[in-house]
């Protein structure tokens, strides 16, 4: 089971775009289309966005985009608002129907 | 509705045994490609996946921690219930449960946690 990598901080202005990554490796991330983003707001539960790689869940604004190359996948805000100020994380399934979650990555704006 | 609450001990000692418990509602284990996972996060860190528990008993553990963790479920009582041995200050964190829906014999799912509990704080001191 790999350690995935993100990096810990990204800010940007309301309006702007903000692309957050997510390196793993060829057994989880680059090995399977299940990649998964949740939003974590301070004191709160995680709430899922993504899924499949670039699939939102209903009631998820389509500001929200995932994509993935290789064993990089990348999380996308378009249009940030300040509701969008919070910690995401990035989870990959790695095989034999277990998980692995990343580093989360917080987001300023 | 699918709702899920974790409970268990707020304070336990190193070296105990800490036993959590998720109860939930809005569907069932039995029903396949159901699964109910734990994940933690101690204070200002990372989520951390520990162990889930699928719908034909099958269980899976993070490879880190299998040696101290043992998932079950009561499917009569709706739970699923984690144990996690020789606790230490560092396993100090938020605990969470999570319903997932795999992708199994060709149908498609989320293979994503979405829905979560609330979460549980453990604090491990003496």
């Known amino acids: 089971q790999s350690d995935l990598t993100q990096p810990r901080s990204v800010s940007g202005s309301p309006g702007q775009s903000v692309t957050i990554s997510c390196t793993g490796t060829s057994s989880d991330v680059g090995g399977y289309d299940y990649v998964s983003w949740y939003q974590q707001h301070p004191g709160k539960a995680p709430k899922l966005i993504i899924y499949d790689v670039s699939k939102r869940p209903s009631g998820v604004p389509d500001r929200f985009s995932g994509s993935k190359s290789g064993n990089t996948a990348s999380l996308t805000i378009s249009g940030l608002q300040a509701e969008d100020e919070a910690d995401y994380h990035c989870c990959s399934y790695a095989g034999s129907y277990s998980f692995v979650f990343v580093t989360g990555t917080k987001v300023t704006v | 509705q699918i709702t899920l609450k974790e409970s268990g001990p707020t304070l336990v000692k190193p070296t105990q045994t800490l036993t959590l418990t998720c109860t939930f509602s809005g569907f069932s284990l039995r029903n396949s490609r159901v699964g109910v996972g734990w994940i933690r996060q101690p204070p200002g860190q990372a989520l951390e996946w520990l162990a889930l528990f699928y719908w034909d008993d099958d269980r899976r553990y993070s490879p880190s921690l299998r040696h101290r963790l043992t998932i079950i479920a009561d499917t009569s009582k709706n739970q699923v219930v984690l144990t996690m041995t020789n606790m230490d200050p560092v396993d100090t964190a938020t605990y969470y449960c999570?319903?997932?829906?795999?992708?199994?014999?060709?149908?498609?799912?989320?293979?994503?946690?979405?829905?979560w509990g609330q979460g549980t704080e453990v604090t491990v001191s003496s």
């Open positions: 999570a319903h997932i829906m795999i992708t199994y014999g060709g149908v498609p799912e989320k293979d994503a946690f979405d829905i």
